[in-house]
């Protein structure tokens, strides 16, 4: 959630910041006008406390007290009941103010790049070149099916489309790179944690997912529980309505998750291979840090995530989000790209993230600097480290042999046990 000291001390600063999302900023204006009517109902109800205690004071130094508050009596109840009227307003301001803020995103980064859509986004650099085979590259769908390691068929049958169901040498391939990724992850200094699955509203809330998210989660409405869309919840929540101390940050968490998606608006696309499925395994990358130090943290965040395909010797990219394709929480976004030979194109196999203190102000996560200090909300972010069903597939379309077959690659073997598949 934004600053709403910073709409009040540079209005200007968040109208050209938000003027660069298509969402705009024509709620600058509407919630300043709230924002005067509130200021002045609390200067409304402290003038009128003051003169409430400026009566009790006179009946209290009155030679005759039960006299001057019997004469008195109906102008302090007149103020009671127009204090108690104000305690009314001022709540409802409040949460009408709170009601818009909700729906707006972070303020972009002044580094992210203009643009009108992902054709727009920057390219920052490249890692790897495409392999060069001498047969026609197939599709991980079409080579999963072939060595039985996959099988989207019997998915379906339980569960219906956007499954996939890993077999054998296949659901092994998952499991390590799990284990790989996530040993990686504490070499580099992350705590790993193992959260829970589903959580409160409050926690879906508190991170950014609600409400603008909410028609691509999947609830269970008996027991008002969501299914994390990402373990980026849990793990971002995990300080909800605490204060740290300095010398705790940075903290830097990771977490393997099962994560569950509607992929509401996304008919249509990718509806082949485990490029976008409604259940889907992740792991993930969280920071929380000091405000002048995220934007060092965040290319940080993205060095782990990338070291994970340079070690696979998986061919990628690494771009900018433009304007228009930076999520609702982050306030500057890289993707990390991997090429498919299969589909011959770069896609998508992380995100990361800085988000500023826009989801430390919704989950209230700050920190002091010193005892003496006021507290301040850290800054939050995160990233994949890696996806796994799209890292699984990035092999299997890198690695394919002419006989059908997969090589694993050297820095996986040991956590899967074989060289090769078929």
Not at 131 to 145: M, N, R
Not at 228 to 240: D, G, K, M, N
Not at 400 to 405: H, L, P, W
């Amino acid at each position: 959630m934004l600053d709403l000291m910073l709409l009040r001390r540079d209005p200007e600063r968040v109208r050209r910041a938000a003027a660069r999302r298509a969402t705009g900023a024509a709620f600058v204006d509407e919630v300043l006008a709230i924002d005067a009517k509130l200021r002045a109902a609390r200067t409304g109800a402290e003038q009128l406390k003051a003169e409430k205690n400026g009566l009790t004071a006179q009946v209290s130094k009155a030679a005759d007290r039960s006299a001057e508050a019997q004469r008195l009596r109906p102008e302090i109840a007149a103020l009671d009941a127009r204090i108690a009227e104000a305690g009314k307003t001022i709540p409802e301001l409040e949460r009408a103010i709170d009601a818009i803020l909700a729906d707006v995103p972070n303020l972009l980064d002044e580094s992210v790049p203009e643009g009108a859509g992902e054709a727009d986004n920057v390219l920052v650099r490249e890692s790897g070149a495409p392999p060069q085979l001498s047969f026609a590259a197939k599709s991980h769908w079409e080579l999963g099916e072939a060595l039985g390691i996959i099988d989207f068929g019997r998915a379906a049958k339980l569960s219906g489309s956007r499954f996939a169901l890993l077999r054998g040498k296949g659901a092994q391939l998952s499991r390590g790179l799990i284990n790989f990724f996530l040993a990686r992850a504490a070499a580099r200094g992350y705590t790993e944690i193992a959260p829970p699955f589903l959580v409160k509203r409050e926690t879906m809330w508190a991170t950014g997912q609600l409400t603008k998210f909410a028609d691509a989660m999947f609830l269970d409405p008996d027991a008002d529980l969501f299914m994390i869309p990402t373990s980026e919840v849990p793990l971002t929540a995990l300080h909800r309505d605490e204060i740290l101390s300095a010398d705790q940050l940075p903290m830097q968490y990771t977490a393997y998750s099962p994560c569950f998606r509607k992929e509401a608006g996304a008919a249509g696309k990718d509806t082949r291979g485990m490029i976008r499925l409604h259940q889907f395994e992740k792991v993930e990358l969280v920071w929380l840090t000091e405000p002048e130090k995220s934007f060092e943290a965040l290319e940080r965040l993205t060095g782990d995530a990338e070291a994970l395909l340079a070690e696979l010797a998986l061919p990628h990219r690494v771009l900018a989000l433009c304007s228009a394709d930076v999520g609702f929480n982050a306030a500057k976004t890289y993707d990390l790209e991997v090429w498919l030979p299969g589909q011959n194109a770069y896609r998508e196999i992380s995100s990361c993230s800085n988000c500023t203190d826009f989801q430390a102000r919704r989950s209230q996560i700050h920190f002091r600097r010193d005892a003496k200090a006021k507290v301040e909300p850290v800054h939050t972010l995160n990233g994949s480290g890696l996806a796994i069903g799209r890292t699984l597939a990035a092999i299997l379309e890198n690695y394919q042999q002419a006989d059908g077959s997969v090589r694993i690659p050297p820095a996986l073997v040991p956590f899967v046990g074989f060289e090769s598949i078929g």
